[in-house]
């Protein structure tokens, strides 16, 4: 198969370091003589480079839809490959008919015995339909119509929105169609954590019996930060997927650790729990927060700024109000604090315990998180999130709007008649806040950050550049500029400004860290 068609199909060769592993956990599983109790079947083999090591050749069948990876294999053979020429066939598994399949292999899977002695070892491919550009593969080619088989109409009910996904369609005939059958499958672990798989999982009843993880970019022209996880299901024991552990390794095969994955099921997303605190009409908005999903790889689509947005489809739209305003900056500040990595994307934040309600200092450090890491821009409107008031930074003009620094005095009314909260409003309503260290010294670099930039000189010509009320973004556009393309630069040439900016990113970064225990505490995430 030509490079660009592979990667248009989400065809990926399997890294020898993961063949490896994996051969191991099937020996750890299926015990050591597994090969030669079982039968094995790639079938969506390549050019077979999953089945390198493999001991026992009678026992091995591979297939796949290419007449081209099929001459691959072959030639292989002739050079020393353990396989049995006759075992490797042309097979188009989400099309074709078992009938096609060598008389031995439907032997095994027509007798009920022989079926559960079967492993189909399978590294499937992971083309998504419509995919994108800079989505999960990172292919740069669109995917529209790689779904289309006679499978996904065939089992419509079973799959949902899973039948977007080449390799759920696999995985379900499989199921229904090699009954008892043992699934060592590599894959994206949405059938284990997606939301949209739920009806999936209520069907797809199997015992995960081992599971690794390791980055997605290991793999042959994977661009994406997301696990690929390999998963050994016995398909015989009638179980439903609730929650797992795994080893993880990083890209070097190093074993990093265990991780829990979880099905979610019965479980509420945050994004119902932030849903549940829209502004009452008639309230001042102060912001708006903007957020698509509610897992960690949409960490970037999580955003709290003052842009007028079009409701979509999908997105969840929150506007920020005194009303809610500690809903909303606890809600900003638990999406942001915890890096998003390979290894957490599919994990998903949720509705939380009641026991953040009267967790003062959790509701205070999470404010000061997202007052020096929003995306508020002055230009769409009143910069109502100013900390400081204006003597505090020698603002050569009067703000627009001190309400920050007000609420931060404990000088803004709230009219919340949301009883749950009575103790959130005795606490930090009517007097100042009381932050903590790690807050105090975020507040402070925050000061020194915003007073420098009205140190700046601005000739009579260009007073009109001067903003009195500049937020963050806007003093970080101001300092670090645009390149050619529109975008932000990276860096600022003053010296000055590039220390206090570093200066607030660590110890933003410091009290990130002290948030993150409380985000589980609190049961925004699961351990």
């Not at 999470?366 to 230009?379: D, E």
């Not at 606490?427 to 950050?449: D, H, M, W």
Request: net charge positive; aromatic share 14%; with cysteine.
């Amino acid at each position: 198969m030509d490079k660009i068609k592979r990667e248009r199909t989400g065809s990926f060769f399997t890294p020898q370091i993961w063949v490896e592993l994996s051969q191991k956990y099937l020996t750890d599983v299926l015990g050591v003589n597994w090969q030669d109790e079982y039968y094995i079947w790639d079938c969506a083999a390549g050019t077979g480079n999953l089945l390198i090591g493999l001991t026992n050749k009678y026992n091995i069948f591979a297939s796949t839809l290419d007449r081209q990876d099929i001459d691959v294999i072959k030639d292989r053979i002739k050079n020393g490959a353990n396989l049995i020429e006759n075992n490797v066939f042309q097979f188009d598994f989400l099309n074709d008919d078992f009938t096609k399949l060598p008389k031995e292999l439907q032997d095994i899977i027509n007798d009920p015995e022989k079926r559960k002695k079967l492993v189909v070892y399978i590294n499937p491919p992971y083309a998504e339909t419509n995919a994108k550009k800079g989505t999960e593969s990172g292919v740069n080619i669109g995917k529209s119509g790689v779904n289309l088989t006679k499978l996904r109409d065939k089992y419509d009910a079973f799959l949902g929105k899973g039948k977007r996904e080449v390799y759920a369609q696999f995985v379900v005939r499989l199921y229904n169609e090699i009954k008892d059958c043992k699934i060592a499958i590599f894959s994206k672990l949405k059938i284990l954590n997606a939301p949209f798989y739920e009806g999936f999982r209520s069907k797809f009843l199997a015992k995960l019996q081992k599971m690794f993880v390791v980055p997605a970019n290991s793999f042959d022209n994977v661009k994406g930060q997301f696990p690929i996880g390999f998963q050994i299901w016995d398909t015989s024991e009638k179980q439903k997927f609730e929650q797992n552990s795994a080893n993880f390794y990083d890209k070097n095969g190093v074993l990093q650790g265990t991780k829990m994955f979880y099905s979610y099921e019965n479980i509420k997303y945050v994004n119902s729990w932030i849903i549940e605190k829209r502004c009452k009409e008639g309230k001042t908005i102060i912001a708006k927060i903007f957020c698509v999903g509610s897992d960690f790889q949409h960490q970037d689509n999580c955003r709290l700024n003052s842009q007028d947005i079009p409701n979509q489809a999908g997105f969840t739209i929150i506007e920020v109000c005194v009303q809610n305003i500690v809903e909303c900056t606890v809600f900003y500040a638990v999406r942001h604090c915890i890096e998003a990595t390979w290894l957490n994307d599919r994990d998903q934040f949720l509705y939380p315990k009641n026991t953040w309600e009267t967790d003062t200092e959790f509701h205070n450090d999470c404010l000061i998180y997202t007052l020096f890491s929003n995306n508020v821009q002055s230009k769409f409107g009143t910069n109502h999130w100013i900390p400081f008031t204006e003597y505090e930074v020698d603002s050569k003009k009067k703000f627009e709007s001190n309400f920050m620094s007000r609420f931060i005095s404990g000088k803004v009314k709230n009219d919340n008649e949301n009883k749950s909260l009575i103790k959130i409003e005795k606490a930090i309503r009517n007097t100042p806040l009381i932050f903590s260290q790690e807050a105090k010294e975020v507040f402070e670099a925050g000061k020194n950050l915003w007073k420098y930039y009205h140190t700046q000189t601005f000739p009579v010509y260009e007073i009109e550049t001067y903003n009195a009320n500049a937020s963050l973004y806007d003093i970080r556009e101001y300092f670090q500029g645009r390149n050619e393309s529109g975008k932000m630069n990276h860096k600022g040439k003053d010296e000055t400004y590039t220390k206090l900016i570093g200066d607030l990113r660590e110890k933003l970064k410091v009290l990130a860290k002290k948030i993150e225990p409380k985000v589980y505490e609190h049961g925004f995430l699961l351990e």
